[in-house]
Protein backbone atom coordinates (compact mmCIF):
# COMPACT_ATOMS: atom_id res chain seq x y z
CA UNK A 1 0.00 0.00 0.00
CA UNK A 2 1.28 3.61 -0.90
CA UNK A 3 1.41 5.61 2.09
CA UNK A 4 3.03 8.82 0.75
CA UNK A 5 2.90 9.92 -2.73
CA UNK A 6 5.05 13.20 -4.04
CA UNK A 7 3.68 14.24 -7.14
CA UNK A 8 6.01 16.68 -9.88
CA UNK A 9 6.32 18.90 -6.12
CA UNK A 10 8.11 22.10 -7.29
CA UNK A 11 8.90 24.74 -5.06
CA UNK A 12 10.19 28.58 -5.85
CA UNK A 13 10.82 31.35 -3.25
CA UNK A 14 10.39 34.94 -4.16
CA UNK A 15 12.29 37.97 -3.14
CA UNK A 16 10.50 41.14 -2.30
CA UNK A 17 8.36 43.01 -4.75
CA UNK A 18 9.41 39.95 -6.98
CA UNK A 19 12.63 40.15 -7.61
CA UNK A 20 15.31 37.19 -7.33
CA UNK A 21 13.41 34.09 -7.90
CA UNK A 22 15.27 30.86 -6.22
CA UNK A 23 14.43 27.83 -7.21
CA UNK A 24 14.59 24.98 -3.99
CA UNK A 25 12.65 22.11 -6.02
CA UNK A 26 11.64 21.19 -9.12
CA UNK A 27 9.33 18.33 -10.71
CA UNK A 28 10.13 15.67 -7.82
CA UNK A 29 8.18 12.76 -7.75
CA UNK A 30 8.53 9.66 -5.59
CA UNK A 31 6.72 7.24 -3.68
CA UNK A 32 6.72 5.54 -0.38
CA UNK A 33 4.94 2.21 0.40
CA UNK A 34 3.78 1.31 4.01
CA UNK A 35 6.46 -0.08 6.06
CA UNK A 36 9.12 1.45 4.24
CA UNK A 37 12.36 2.89 5.62
CA UNK A 38 13.88 5.47 3.57
CA UNK A 39 16.77 8.15 3.50
CA UNK A 40 17.11 11.35 1.66
CA UNK A 41 20.79 12.61 0.82
CA UNK A 42 22.28 15.27 -0.43
CA UNK A 43 24.69 18.08 -0.51
CA UNK A 44 23.60 21.34 1.67
CA UNK A 45 21.14 23.60 -0.37
CA UNK A 46 20.18 20.99 -2.41
CA UNK A 47 16.55 21.42 -1.28
CA UNK A 48 16.49 18.19 1.10
CA UNK A 49 15.27 20.65 3.92
CA UNK A 50 12.55 22.27 1.80
CA UNK A 51 11.42 18.46 0.75
CA UNK A 52 10.82 17.61 4.57
CA UNK A 53 8.72 20.30 5.23
CA UNK A 54 6.54 20.27 2.65
CA UNK A 55 5.86 16.63 3.76
CA UNK A 56 5.60 18.00 7.22
CA UNK A 57 2.68 20.45 5.51
CA UNK A 58 4.74 23.58 7.39
CA UNK A 59 5.68 25.21 3.77
CA UNK A 60 3.36 24.49 0.74
CA UNK A 61 4.38 23.82 -3.05
CA UNK A 62 4.29 26.06 -5.54
CA UNK A 63 3.67 23.44 -7.81
CA UNK A 64 2.98 19.24 -7.71
CA UNK A 65 1.14 17.61 -4.91
CA UNK A 66 1.92 15.09 -1.51
CA UNK A 67 -0.46 12.72 -0.79
CA UNK A 68 -0.49 10.74 2.57
CA UNK A 69 -2.54 7.90 2.50
CA UNK A 70 -4.32 9.20 -0.99
CA UNK A 71 -5.35 12.69 0.90
CA UNK A 72 -3.92 15.90 -0.62
CA UNK A 73 -1.98 17.68 2.46
CA UNK A 74 -2.06 21.05 0.81
CA UNK A 75 -5.81 21.24 0.81
CA UNK A 76 -6.08 20.61 4.25
CA UNK A 77 -7.76 23.25 6.42
CA UNK A 78 -5.42 25.53 7.98
CA UNK A 79 -7.36 24.90 11.36
CA UNK A 80 -7.34 20.96 10.76
CA UNK A 81 -3.30 21.11 10.25
CA UNK A 82 -2.37 20.99 13.12
CA UNK A 83 -4.10 18.11 14.39
CA UNK A 84 -3.15 15.96 11.07
CA UNK A 85 0.30 16.61 11.92
CA UNK A 86 -0.22 15.15 15.80
CA UNK A 87 -2.58 12.34 14.57
CA UNK A 88 -0.52 11.56 11.18
CA UNK A 89 2.78 12.29 11.24
CA UNK A 90 5.63 11.58 13.91
CA UNK A 91 9.06 14.41 14.30
CA UNK A 92 12.46 13.79 15.41
CA UNK A 93 14.68 16.60 15.06
CA UNK A 94 18.56 16.89 15.01
CA UNK A 95 18.28 19.56 18.23
CA UNK A 96 15.33 17.46 20.21
CA UNK A 97 13.08 20.14 20.94
CA UNK A 98 12.21 19.25 24.11
CA UNK A 99 11.05 21.48 26.81
CA UNK A 100 13.37 22.18 29.58
CA UNK A 101 10.68 22.60 32.48
CA UNK A 102 9.15 19.79 31.62
CA UNK A 103 10.84 15.99 32.72
CA UNK A 104 11.34 13.50 29.97
CA UNK A 105 7.80 11.49 30.13
CA UNK A 106 5.70 14.87 30.03
CA UNK A 107 7.45 15.96 27.24
CA UNK A 108 6.70 12.17 25.98
CA UNK A 109 3.24 12.46 26.96
CA UNK A 110 2.74 16.55 25.22
CA UNK A 111 1.37 15.22 21.96
CA UNK A 112 -1.72 13.01 23.94
CA UNK A 113 -2.18 15.81 25.98
CA UNK A 114 -2.67 17.70 23.41
CA UNK A 115 -5.14 14.78 21.81
CA UNK A 116 -7.58 15.02 25.19
CA UNK A 117 -6.18 11.96 25.92
CA UNK A 118 -6.61 10.96 30.05
CA UNK A 119 -3.50 10.07 32.51
CA UNK A 120 -4.04 6.81 32.83
CA UNK A 121 -4.41 5.80 29.07
CA UNK A 122 -1.42 7.97 28.33
CA UNK A 123 0.44 5.91 31.41
CA UNK A 124 -0.50 2.37 29.81
CA UNK A 125 0.61 3.62 26.17
CA UNK A 126 4.08 5.38 27.10
CA UNK A 127 5.25 1.53 28.90
CA UNK A 128 6.09 -0.51 25.65
CA UNK A 129 7.31 2.38 24.31
CA UNK A 130 9.39 3.77 26.83
CA UNK A 131 10.78 -0.16 27.55
CA UNK A 132 11.64 -0.15 23.55
CA UNK A 133 13.85 2.95 23.84
CA UNK A 134 15.50 2.18 27.05
CA UNK A 135 14.29 4.97 28.97
CA UNK A 136 12.24 3.36 31.57
CA UNK A 137 14.56 4.52 34.41
CA UNK A 138 14.73 8.30 33.30
CA UNK A 139 11.50 9.12 32.78
CA UNK A 140 11.62 11.38 35.99
CA UNK A 141 14.94 13.29 34.71
CA UNK A 142 14.75 16.69 33.00
CA UNK A 143 16.38 17.12 29.36
CA UNK A 144 19.45 18.81 30.63
CA UNK A 145 20.02 15.99 33.22
CA UNK A 146 20.59 13.36 30.65
CA UNK A 147 22.86 12.78 27.50
CA UNK A 148 21.89 13.58 23.94
CA UNK A 149 21.73 9.93 23.45
CA UNK A 150 19.19 9.70 25.94
CA UNK A 151 17.18 12.57 24.60
CA UNK A 152 17.08 11.70 21.29
CA UNK A 153 15.25 8.39 22.52
CA UNK A 154 13.10 10.34 24.77
CA UNK A 155 12.33 12.61 21.41
CA UNK A 156 11.56 9.27 19.04
CA UNK A 157 9.67 8.09 22.23
CA UNK A 158 7.19 11.48 21.94
CA UNK A 159 7.18 11.22 18.21
CA UNK A 160 5.90 7.58 17.88
CA UNK A 161 3.11 7.48 20.63
CA UNK A 162 0.61 8.64 18.77
CA UNK A 163 1.33 5.80 16.59
CA UNK A 164 1.85 7.80 13.31
CA UNK A 165 1.51 6.69 9.91
CA UNK A 166 4.66 8.27 8.62
CA UNK A 167 7.73 9.20 11.03
CA UNK A 168 10.00 12.30 9.42
CA UNK A 169 13.29 12.35 11.00
CA UNK A 170 15.29 15.23 10.15
CA UNK A 171 19.43 14.67 10.77
CA UNK A 172 18.71 12.43 13.65
CA UNK A 173 21.79 11.46 14.52
CA UNK A 174 23.83 14.89 13.77
CA UNK A 175 23.58 16.26 17.36
CA UNK A 176 25.28 12.95 18.42
CA UNK A 177 28.62 11.17 18.97
CA UNK A 178 28.96 7.73 16.59
CA UNK A 179 28.06 5.64 19.40
CA UNK A 180 24.96 6.95 20.09
CA UNK A 181 24.25 7.88 16.54
CA UNK A 182 24.72 4.00 16.07
CA UNK A 183 22.08 3.30 18.81
CA UNK A 184 19.47 5.21 17.28
CA UNK A 185 19.73 3.84 13.79
CA UNK A 186 19.16 0.23 15.54
CA UNK A 187 16.30 1.55 17.21
CA UNK A 188 15.18 2.78 13.84
CA UNK A 189 15.57 -0.14 12.58
CA UNK A 190 13.80 -2.04 15.15
CA UNK A 191 11.23 0.20 14.82
CA UNK A 192 10.76 -0.05 11.25
CA UNK A 193 10.81 -4.07 11.94
CA UNK A 194 7.55 -3.49 13.61
CA UNK A 195 5.76 -1.63 10.74
CA UNK A 196 6.74 1.69 11.53
CA UNK A 197 7.23 3.81 8.23
CA UNK A 198 10.08 6.14 8.19
CA UNK A 199 11.30 9.19 5.74
CA UNK A 200 14.91 10.43 7.08
CA UNK A 201 16.60 12.98 6.06
CA UNK A 202 20.75 12.73 6.47
CA UNK A 203 24.39 13.66 5.29
CA UNK A 204 25.06 10.30 7.16
CA UNK A 205 26.55 7.88 4.91
CA UNK A 206 26.46 5.61 8.04
CA UNK A 207 23.14 6.17 9.21
CA UNK A 208 21.50 5.64 5.34
CA UNK A 209 22.82 2.25 4.86
CA UNK A 210 20.54 1.49 7.70
CA UNK A 211 17.42 2.78 5.59
CA UNK A 212 16.24 0.03 2.83
CA UNK A 213 16.11 2.53 -0.15
CA UNK A 214 17.91 6.04 0.00
CA UNK A 215 16.50 8.96 -2.83
CA UNK A 216 19.32 11.43 -3.57
CA UNK A 217 18.35 15.50 -4.26
CA UNK A 218 20.78 17.53 -5.97
CA UNK A 219 19.89 21.27 -6.84
CA UNK A 220 16.41 20.47 -6.28
CA UNK A 221 15.60 17.64 -8.32
CA UNK A 222 15.99 13.77 -8.30
CA UNK A 223 19.16 12.79 -8.65
CA UNK A 224 19.39 9.06 -8.00
CA UNK A 225 17.61 5.94 -6.01
CA UNK A 226 19.63 3.39 -4.34
CA UNK A 227 17.95 0.04 -3.07
CA UNK A 228 19.26 -1.83 -0.46
CA UNK A 229 17.36 -5.50 -1.43
CA UNK A 230 19.41 -8.14 -0.43
CA UNK A 231 23.36 -6.24 -0.31
CA UNK A 232 24.69 -5.85 3.46
CA UNK A 233 24.75 -3.24 5.13
CA UNK A 234 28.62 -2.27 4.60
CA UNK A 235 28.44 -3.11 0.72
CA UNK A 236 25.11 -0.71 0.97
CA UNK A 237 27.34 1.94 2.81
CA UNK A 238 29.98 2.10 0.04
CA UNK A 239 27.43 2.00 -2.25
CA UNK A 240 25.76 5.06 -0.66
CA UNK A 241 29.35 6.51 -0.56
CA UNK A 242 30.00 6.35 -4.28
CA UNK A 243 26.75 8.08 -5.31
CA UNK A 244 27.70 10.93 -3.55
CA UNK A 245 31.02 11.15 -4.54
CA UNK A 246 28.97 11.08 -8.09
CA UNK A 247 26.78 13.70 -6.94
CA UNK A 248 29.49 15.88 -5.49
CA UNK A 249 31.76 15.75 -8.74
CA UNK A 250 28.87 16.82 -11.21
CA UNK A 251 28.16 13.35 -12.71
CA UNK A 252 25.31 11.59 -14.09
CA UNK A 253 23.80 9.54 -12.29
CA UNK A 254 23.34 5.52 -13.83
CA UNK A 255 20.78 3.07 -12.81
Request: with cysteine; aromatic share 8%.
Amino acid sequence: MTILQVEGLSKTYTGRFGANQVKALSNVSFSVEQGEYVAIMGESGSGKTTLLNMLAAFDKPTGGKVLLEGRDISEIHEDELAAFRRDCLGFVFQDFNLLDNFNLRDNIFLPLVLAGMSYVDMSKRLQPVAQKMGITDILNKYPYEVSGGQKQRAAVARAVITGPKLLLADEPTGALDSKSSEGLMELFASLNADGQTILMVTHSVRAASHAGRVIFIKDGELFHQLYRGDMAKEQFYQKIADTLTLLATGGESHE
